[in-house]
């Protein structure tokens, strides 16, 4: 959907790269100097080297302010957020750091789940990349957003720690927990027993809706 706004919007001026995620920054990328290097979904690290080629360098992050790094929308359900959304914001080497060009928010379903979140925050994000688009292509300027970042990213070993899950756990603990990680196509929170057993919580057997 991203790819087809682009293409909407800029035309031949817009240069795609896909990925996956383990694999290294396009060598191709690396050849080029484009005035707005736009990061959408990436699934890499760009490195400063490339960043300082560009005359802007953005990025759009799947959670708000409250929830940099990985694992953005696991962390909310677990805090039990009561509102959520969408990052624009300028690209710096350490990720999701940079000045916030735009952030749009909505509140939180009582029964979300961590699918359901995600699909609404794809539906903020993608209408977002729109009118930001947009913007840059009528020659305007970035907004700067009156939010920023509230703490450093989370990181895959905090979203581990995440799923695994005590026995000796409060109840509301243990329940919080498999709320906010349980997703259709990965592995689900697991319980540890005081016999050393272990208990995998079961996931959806479908694909994700988002």
Request: aromatic share 10%; net charge neutral; charged share 25%.
């Amino acid at each position: 959907m991203a790819q087809e706004i682009e293409r909407d919007i800029f035309g031949s001026r817009m240069v795609v790269f896909e990925g996956a995620v383990g694999d290294a920054e396009p060598k191709a990328l690396q050849a080029h100097a484009p005035q707005y290097l736009i990061s959408f979904l990436s699934p890499w690290i760009v490195r400063k080297i490339t960043l300082d080629r560009c005359g802007y360098a953005i990025n759009f992050h799947p959670g708000s302010v409250e929830y940099p790094g990985t694992g953005c929308y696991n962390f909310a359900l677990y805090e039990e957020a009561r509102d959520y959304g969408a990052v624009c914001h300028h690209m710096l080497p350490k990720v999701d750091t940079g000045r916030v060009i735009r952030e749009d928010r909505f509140a939180v379903h009582a029964g979300e789940s961590v699918e359901s979140l995600k699909l609404r925050t794809m539906n903020v994000m993608i209408e977002m990349y729109r009118e930001v688009a947009l913007s840059i292509a009528g020659g305007r300027p970035l907004p700067e957003a009156p939010t920023h970042w509230t703490r450093k990213p989370f990181t895959f070993r905090q979203m581990e720690a995440l799923k695994a899950i005590d026995a000796t756990m409060p109840p509301e603990e243990i329940a919080r927990r498999i709320r906010a990680t349980v997703y259709p196509g990965y592995p689900g929170p697991v319980l540890h027993r005081a016999d050393g057993s272990r208990l995998v919580f079961p996931v959806p057997l479908r694909s994700a809706f988002a």
